[in-house]
Structure formats: structure tokens, C-alpha cells
């Protein structure tokens, strides 16, 4: 295999790919994290979740090939208009990224997972990957988030930025923004963008973030991605479900 066992699909020459495998490929953004982390941040954690959820698939895949490609790294990220740095190619064009780079890397794989990292991809995913499913693509996609985090920059992505990238890290324990449940602030999001409910582009609090905790949310995202394509549910838009629960004995 590629790199003497690399999952990386960009390490790999032609002859290392092998017949259907699986790909995973993280799709992130190029968006503002606050003045605390970088622009790369959804990327950079969906590249990571993807890559250890391939590394993980791949020791007891049978001897399925397992890649994790190079990382779709623009979005529709449009809510965050109005900061320095931001590159959003919208709904769109996003689409039409994802179907073509899926239709090709469908020509010689198995199976693709589109592993997310923005929420503001999601309309994009959903319609790519129905129009995929419906060409007869074996096509999902799913989320790499952590259930009860908080919504943009806070606490959970910064202690994963810790853990991931700490290099990348900025002074960050006096930079909350907007600390209400995304829910609340969702409406006033749409309508006015990021900037109008957070100047600093923070919802949520940093503070008292850590490597450990950052480490803890990256195994549980990379568990629940394994999980999740282990069981191969998905809903009609194509997107994984989590396993059912096991019975309790009687």
C-alpha cells in the first residue's frame, strides 16, 4: 500500500489503490475561526477525523483498500461574509464540485463517504449526494462534529485545534462571542450573517480549553464516523445513521 501503509490518497501512486475501495473524503472550508484559530480549522478537522476513521476501517477491512483523499477545502460559507480571509464558493458551485469529483473517483471506487466539516455545507451535500445516489453511486456523507458542542469556534473547536494544530492557536481566553444555543441564534444568523450577532466571529466560549479535551472530542468524532459507516444506514438524503442501539437483556 501507498507510504508502506499510508491511508493517505495523495501518498499513494496508481498501482497502491487496488480494486473498490472505500474513499473518504473530507470536505471542509476557508472561513474565519474567531481571531483565536485559523481558517483552515474545518478543514483541518475533517482531514484528521477522516484519516484516523481510515486508519481504523482499514485494520479490519478484510483487506478492503481504505483512503482518506485530499480534503475539498472551499465551502458555502456566505453566513460568514464581512471578515478578512473568508473564500465561500457557495451552494452551487459547491454542488457541483462534489458530484464531479464524486463521478470520477466513482470510476475506480467502491464506495465514497463525504466526511463534513461546516455546517454550512449541508445544503450542498444533500442535494450532490441525492443526485449521486440516484445515478446509482454508492454515495454517503455524514458530519465529523460532537454531540452537545458548541456552535463555532468555542470551546470544542479550539480544544481539537489544541490537540490537532496547536501551532496554529492564538491567545483565546478573552475572545467569547455570542454564548446562546445556535437554535436562538439561528434566525438573526440567516438573516444578518455571522458579523451582526458576533463581531469577533466567536458563538461560544474558549476559555479553559485543552489539548486533553480536544483529544477526547477527536477519538469520540472518529468513533462515531466508524461506527456509522460500519453500519452503512442512511437516511433519504444520503446521509449516515448512527447504529441502532443494542437491546438490553431480560
Known amino acids: 500500500m501507498a507510504g508502506g501503509g499510508d491511508v493517505g490518497l495523495d501518498a499513494a501512486a496508481w498501482p497502491d489503490v487496488g480494486d473498490d475501495p472505500l474513499v473518504l ?56 461574509a464581512g471578515f478578512p480571509g473568508v473564500i465561500s464558493i457557495g451552494h452551487d458551485a459547491l454542488r457541483a464540485v462534489i458530484v464531479e469529483a464524486v463521478r470520477s473517483v466513482t470510476d475506480w471506487a467502491g464506495r465514497v463517504v463525504l466526511v463534513n466539516g461546516h455546517g454550512g455545507n449541508v445544503p450542498a451535500l444533500d442535494a450532490a449526494v441525492g443526485l449521486l445516489r440516484r445515478e446509482g453511486r454508492d454515495t454517503a456523507w455524514t458530519g465529523c462534529g460532537v454531540p ?63 489539548a486533553d479535551r480536544g483529544r477526547a472530542f477527536v477519538e469520540a468524532a472518529v468513533a462515531s464516523l466508524v461506527g456509522r459507516i460500519r453500519g452503512g444506514r442512511t437516511d433519504d438524503r444520503g446521509r449516515l445513521l448512527d447504529a441502532p442501539a443494542a437491546r438490553a437483556r431480560t
Open 148 to 210: 452537545g458542542g458548541d456552535a463555532h469556534a468555542g470551546f470544542t473547536e479550539t480544544s481539537m485545534m489544541l490537540h490537532l494544530a496547536p501551532h496554529l492557536v492564538r491567545p483565546f481566553q478573552d475572545v467569547a462571542g455570542d454564548t446562546r444555543p445556535l437554535a436562538a441564534i439561528m434566525p438573526e444568523l440567516v438573516a444578518r450573517g455571522v458579523r451582526a450577532v458576533s463581531p469577533s466571529g466567536v458563538l461560544g466560549d474558549p476559555a479553559g480549553a485543552s
Open 25 to 80: 473524503v473530507p470536505v471542509g472550508s476557508t472561513e474565519q475561526h474567531g481571531p483565536h484559530l485559523p481558517l483552515s480549522t474545518d478543514t483541518v478537522i475533517a482531514e484528521a477525523v477522516a484519516r484516523r476513521a481510515a486508519e481504523a476501517l482499514r485494520a479490519d477491512a478484510a483487506g478492503r483498500p481504505v483512503f482518506a483523499a485530499p480534503a475539498i477545502a472551499y465551502g458555502a460559507s456566505g453566513e460568514h
